[in-house]
């Protein structure tokens, strides 16, 4: 079955201990991302990728980090979690056509509940 | 930068109404569209997308939208609701070609009563 696959789907942690979120796509699909959800904010995207050793940005990147060494795999890794990390995550993946302008649409993972307390 | 409005934060529908929620969006170029929708509990799926052709694109759940190039806008609605289309919805776009890059709305939680 073609799926992203996150876990933990739950993760309460405490400020200052180190954490990694995984994420796994069998779609072969080369763009991948990470957005948060939070109440009144809606998705806001934390980093993406477009290929194996490519990442950038998104729109709150602060706290995070990423790698990607993998095409399936997309973790979010982060160093130090503050409480203001405390979101619903989710982690997403398309297929890109080299050279055209179709975007394929986003695939989700079924997320993430993090607690940082 | 764009940047995606959605109008109704939170819409409450009888079952049987006819459903519309805006979505506005900026930027100067070519865009894809999308409609995403979240049902309690779950992760967000595709309900409908627009890349070209004819603006007015059919989805899944008898779901339709309207892309109108002049308004900036991809309303979606739906003629009829249910009970089971209690969701959140999620308006999305990104630049045409410029799959970097997607922006969601904040979204529109719809509440149908039976």
Redesign the interface.
Known sequence: EAQVTQNPRYLITVTGKKLTVTCSQNMNHEYMSWYRQDPGLGLRQIYYSMNVEVTDKGDVPEGYKVSRKEKRNFPLILESPSPNQTSLYFCASSLVFSGSSYNSPLHFGNGTRLTVT | AQSVSQHN?HVILSEAASLELGCNYSYGG?V?L?W?VQYPG?????LL?Y??GDPLVKGIKGFEAEFIKSKFSFNLRKPSVQWSDTAEY?C?V?A????????????TKLQVIP
């Not at chain 2, 779950?42 to 595709?46: A, R």
């Not at chain 2, 045409?96 to 979204?107: A, D, E, H, L, S």
């Open positions: 934060h070519t894809n999308f995403y779950q992760h967000l799926q595709l997308k890349f070209s999620f999305a990104n045409w070609g410029g799959y970097q890059k997607v922006t969601f709305g904040i979204g």
